[in-house]
């Protein structure tokens, strides 16, 4: 515990146990934070509130809907930013990659036409910036409301494959969502979506850019593509820690905390813990395989942990299969991953 009565969770088991206990551990706390640019949306609730609401909401995300979002976003995103660099002989990943990737695959998701590419761009990265820049959030928050909200309306009743027909149309024992359920799970989605996807497949790279024999390990198997992800996810996770607040008088790996401390879960450390991994700080894609637990757990594991998945082992196979010889640019600094909640690597310098 700290001096504040703030309880840090740090362990793998302990981070566990208050991801799998949301009735003991309440999500609610986020409401007085990203709640007031979001809305209220599913990353607050506790059940049975977020019970239906995420069984609603996950129809959109079914294997059906990510083997299309595969072949008609993913794979050819992938292979559209690298045109632009391929024959350059050299390219910074961050930048020209591993940013634009992801991004581009929400806003396919959702149907944002070409024309408003850019403008829904800046209002999905300018509405992460609540608690430096109030104000312009929840202007982009509420420019994002705008924009969805008649689209949501005029996709009810409509077939189609896109995100917002999905999730207009998408109903639990006969009811649907609100247009006024949907636009927070759109605002949390868009930068979301992206950030995290991006910053995962920063730091995947810098442990394989940094490791050579690793990379050129994967290199010479591909099928080593899904253990360097994982791998990846479990050494730098791309956000480090989630909040929960205590619904009573209770013990967290032993330790008594009172109802209404904040507990900090911080997912870093326990991807780290050396009980779970042995020398839990080194990249090694080749260590025995346990679940890690980037994607939470419990109720609020990660809704988009299976596309985010999709789209680091394809963006990996596409680089290696593109760019042959690919390695750290040697007249360059070595890659390094900085940050506090939020961590990447900001720059990922390489020749081929």
């Not at 082992?313 to 390695?327: D, I, M, Y």
């Not at 007249?331 to 720059?347: C, D, H, K, M, Q």
Request: proline share 7%; glycine share 6%; hydrophobic share 45%.
């Amino acid at each position: 515990p700290l001096g504040d009565g703030t309880v840090l969770a740090l362990g793998f088991d302990a981070v566990s146990q208050v991801f799998r206990d949301p009735r003991t551990f309440s999500s609610a706390g986020y409401a007085k934070v990203v709640g007031i640019v979001f809305g209220h949306s599913i990353l607050e609730m506790d059940p049975p509130e977020h019970t239906r609401y995420r069984a609603i909401v996950q129809q959109a995300f079914s294997r059906r809907a990510l083997e299309l979002w595969r072949d008609r976003l993913v794979v050819p995103y992938a292979n559209a930013l690298v045109d632009a660099f391929a024959a350059r002989g050299r390219a910074e990943l961050t930048r020209e990659f591993a940013f634009p990737f992801p991004l581009a695959i929400i806003a396919g998701m959702l149907d944002v036409p070409e024309r408003d590419r850019m403008q829904y761009t800046h209002w999905a990265v300018v509405i992460l910036s609540g608690q430096m820049q109030a104000g312009a959030a929840l202007h982009a928050a509420k420019a994002l409301g705008e924009y969805f909200a008649p689209r949501i309306e005029a996709a009810r009743g409509r077939a189609g494959d896109d995100l917002i027909t999905l999730l207009a149309n998408a109903e639990l024992d006969g009811a649907r969502l609100s247009t006024e359920e949907i636009l927070p799970f759109i605002r949390l989605l868009s930068p979301a979506a992206f950030e995290t996807t991006a910053r995962a497949f920063s730091n995947l790279m810098c442990g394989l850019l940094n490791n050579p024999e690793q990379l050129d390990a994967v290199k010479s198997d591909r099928s080593l593509i899904p253990q360097a992800v994982q791998e990846g996810l479990r050494w730098e996770p791309p956000l480090v820690s989630f909040a929960r607040t205590a619904t009573r008088d209770t013990e967290v790996a032993g330790v008594p905390v009172k109802a209404g401390a904040m507990i900090a879960t911080i997912v870093g450390a326990a991807n780290r813990d050396p009980a779970r991994w042995e020398n839990a700080d080194r990249f090694d894609l080749h260590r025995p395989a346990k679940p890690h637990i980037a994607f939470a757990q419990g109720a609020h594991t990660c809704l988009g942990m299976h596309l985010a998945t999709l789209e680091l082992e394809t963006a990996l196979g596409v680089l290696l299969e593109r760019l042959p010889n690919l390695r750290r640019d040697p007249e360059a600094p070595a890659p390094v991953i900085t940050g506090g909640s939020f961590r990447t690597a900001l720059a990922l310098p390489v020749v081929f």
